[in-house]
């Protein structure tokens, strides 16, 4: 990973995109190593994980992760999943966090360096290419060595930096035998 030691970073981290790029390499999450790593490249300005929560429910796994990284140094932004009554009365579990997402790394852009964008998501591809004309420097996390293409060739292209999961999982990845809510484990992020 090429960072330079002065610059302010910025995390993005779509919690759906990630749990699910993590277990297609057979990992779990350690989000106080993440976080870590991230640190020790620059200085950390922010980092921002997103997720979906469904609405009126009493609890959910993902609670005591998301309680968690709030008072570990995440900003979290979640979003409730709404019964829309078009699938028959079932909860349509994952309204979009791009919208969310798009307008936090524009806003924060004017006080960072570089944006680390945890998402292989094709749509984002014109969001970074916004940012690189503001002169932020842009990186991709995702993976290429799953079985499910998991990151939009345009959006690897675009970055100027893509990062392989797989490459950060022995930094990050959740010690085998510790069970916290620093993990993805059991959550669905």
Not at 15 to 27: E, I, K, N, P
Not at 126 to 144: D, H, I, K, M, N
């Amino acid at each position: 990973m090429k960072f330079h030691s002065l610059e302010r970073i910025g995390l993005f981290i779509d919690g759906v995109a990630l749990y699910q790029t993590a277990r297609a390499l057979g990992f779990d999450i350690d989000y106080r190593r993440l976080l870590a790593v991230f640190a020790s490249k620059g200085r950390l300005i922010r980092a921002m994980y997103y997720t979906v929560l469904l609405e009126d429910q009493d609890y959910s796994p993902i609670r005591p992760l998301i309680d968690w990284l709030d008072y570990n140094g995440y900003n979290v932004v979640t979003r409730q999943a709404r019964d829309t009554g078009e699938s028959g009365g079932r909860r349509l579990p994952r309204p979009s966090m791009e919208v969310d997402m798009t307008v936090d790394m524009l806003e924060l852009g004017d006080n960072l360096d570089h944006v680390v964008l945890f998402s292989g998501d094709g749509d984002f591809r014109r969001l970074l290419e916004a940012l690189q004309r503001r002169g932020l420097r842009t990186s991709v996390v995702s993976t290429l060595r799953a079985n499910a293409v998991m990151v939009a060739d345009e959006l690897r292209r675009q970055a100027d930096q893509f990062i392989d999961l797989a490459d950060l999982a022995p930094q990050i990845a959740r010690d085998p035998g510790r069970r916290d809510t620093a993990s993805t484990e059991g959550s669905g992020a």
